[in-house]
């Protein structure tokens, strides 16, 4: 198999990215594409003592920065390393393209630059996140701002498949993100697609509330883009400084450092649980071809990790299975 991966993308680029691809190739025997100079490539990993066997280099200039709009990788910077990774990909160069670079731009790219799953309205920034019990996804975490009921149906379909094909879990639980539990609980929007995912084939559960998501409700959470973010967010910030404040209990005085000591492990097990490097960052689905999104501040571990999902997904056969179930949708 052969992975395209941006070089470039994200904050510890190139070096925590190269160095990740390096401990893919070594554990999954695989090929990589790396896009981006390749003349600073070849000098971090000289510097660094990074073996680059199995690994080739497509020279690009260019870099799509954080603070680009997201229709550069298609205008303004289509020599960039983002935008020569969906390139390569669309034109089968490899499986499947990794980057942990700018979202905007990639789902932009992803969207116009790849073809869409025949019958997707729209692909989605699908996380998968830490909970209670286990992990969950939440779909869409970002890319669609303003959805139609259809819309996340189509994301309830692509979510299930991906936590059953890739995630391995049997006949996942599909929530929708709501105010309430009751039917009639939302607007418009969600009272309408509460009745679809009702009346599907799916494993519906109902609504979700917002305290009920870290509790593992459900396997795939769906909502709209704007919602989704802004759970992502909250999600992210609260773990953040949950985790700073357990640090200043534990070392702010001799009797938090003894404490500390005693259950050092439990501490650690839980820090895991809740580390967003052990899922690598997200799929992007709903395109024809596999694209994922990595953490912007990416170490080498999650690059490996974003690897091996990705590598799952190419073997799972997840978007000829997305594409199969939609069909029968549509003919239902």
Not at 107 to 126: N, S
Request: with cysteine.
């Amino acid at each position: 198999m052969k992975i395209i991966v941006d070089a470039f993308g994200g904050d510890n680029a190139p070096l925590e990215i190269i160095k990740g691809c390096a401990d893919a190739v070594k554990e999954f025997n695989i090929e990589i594409i790396l896009t981006g100079n390749k003349r600073t490539i070849k000098e971090v990993a000289a510097n660094n003592k990074i073996s680059l066997e199995h690994m080739s280099i497509v020279h690009c200039d260019e870099v799509i920065t954080m603070d680009d709009d997201a229709e550069s990788v298609l205008k303004a910077k289509k020599n960039s390393s983002m935008a020569v990774g969906l390139k390569l990909l669309n034109e089968d160069a490899g499986q499947a393209f990794i980057s942990a670079g700018n979202s905007g731009a990639l789902c932009f790219g992803a969207t116009l630059g790849i073809k869409r799953i025949k019958g997707i309205k729209r692909p989605a920034f699908a996380p998968v996140m830490p909970s209670e019990n286990g992990f969950f996804m939440l779909i869409d975490g970002g890319a669609n701002v303003e959805c139609r009921p259809e819309m996340l149906h189509q994301f309830a379909v692509m979510g299930s498949v991906y936590m059953e094909k890739v995630m391995k879990i049997q006949d996942p639980r599909v929530g929708l993100a709501n105010v309430g539990t009751e039917e009639h609980k939302g607007n418009e929007l969600y009272q309408n697609t509460y009745k679809i995912l009702a009346g599907s084939k799916l494993n519906f559960i109902g609504n979700v509330e917002g305290r009920d998501i870290p509790k593992g409700a459900c396997d795939v959470l769906v909502c709209d883009g704007f919602t989704g973010n802004l759970i992502l967010k909250m999600y992210e910030g609260v773990a953040l400084t949950l985790m700073k404040q357990i640090k200043h209990i534990f070392a702010d005085s001799a009797k938090g450092k003894l404490a500390a000591a005693l259950v050092m492990n439990d501490i650690k097990d839980f820090k895991t649980r809740f580390d967003y490097n052990t899922y690598g960052g997200a799929p992007i689905l709903g395109t024809s071809k596999p694209v994922f999104k990595a953490h912007g501040d990416s170490k080498a571990r999650t690059i490996t990790n974003a690897i091996r999902l990705m590598i799952d997904y190419v073997n799972a056969e997840a978007i000829d299975e997305i594409s199969s179930s939609l069909k029968s949708v549509k003919e239902k």
